[in-house]
């Protein structure tokens, strides 16, 4: 299995950007994808995951300005990441995985990852 996330790069404060994982290797219609991102020096934060059957959640630190969103025709999952602030500067990580009860917020939830795509705000 193959995470491909792509659509990172430097931008300014306000901006918007849409990241895109392309999967490979697994048909994510049958799983939960989620989005993460890990800051400099900080470790590696929940943002956003959405399951098979419809159901999305939102990390707080992020809520009321992304969004996540699945084409599983095209095998791909994509954040909508608005009024971009400089402390979003991070690596952005898509995973996907079928994780069980509460641990859809941890990294342990998943058991595939992207490379990492990276975001930098400038102010």
């Known amino acids: 299995v193959q995470l491909q996330a792509s659509g990172g790069g430097l931008v300014q404060a306000g901006d918007s950007l849409r990241l895109s994982c392309a999967a490979s290797g697994r048909t994510i219609s049958t799983y939960t994808m989620a989005w993460f991102r890990q800051a400099p020096g900080k470790e590696r934060e929940f943002v956003a995951a959405s399951w098979s059957g419809g159901s999305i959640e939102y990390g707080d630190s992020v809520k009321g300005r992304l969004s996540i969103s699945r084409d599983n025709a095209k095998n791909t999952v994509y954040l909508q990441v608005n009024s971009l602030k400089p402390e979003d500067t991070a690596v952005y990580y898509c995973?996907?995985?079928?994780?069980?009860?509460?641990?859809?917020?941890?990294?342990?939830?998943?058991?595939?990852w992207g490379q990492g795509t990276l975001v930098t705000v400038s102010s």
């Open positions: 995973a996907t995985g079928r994780p069980l009860n509460s641990r859809w917020r941890g990294v342990s939830g998943y058991d595939y």
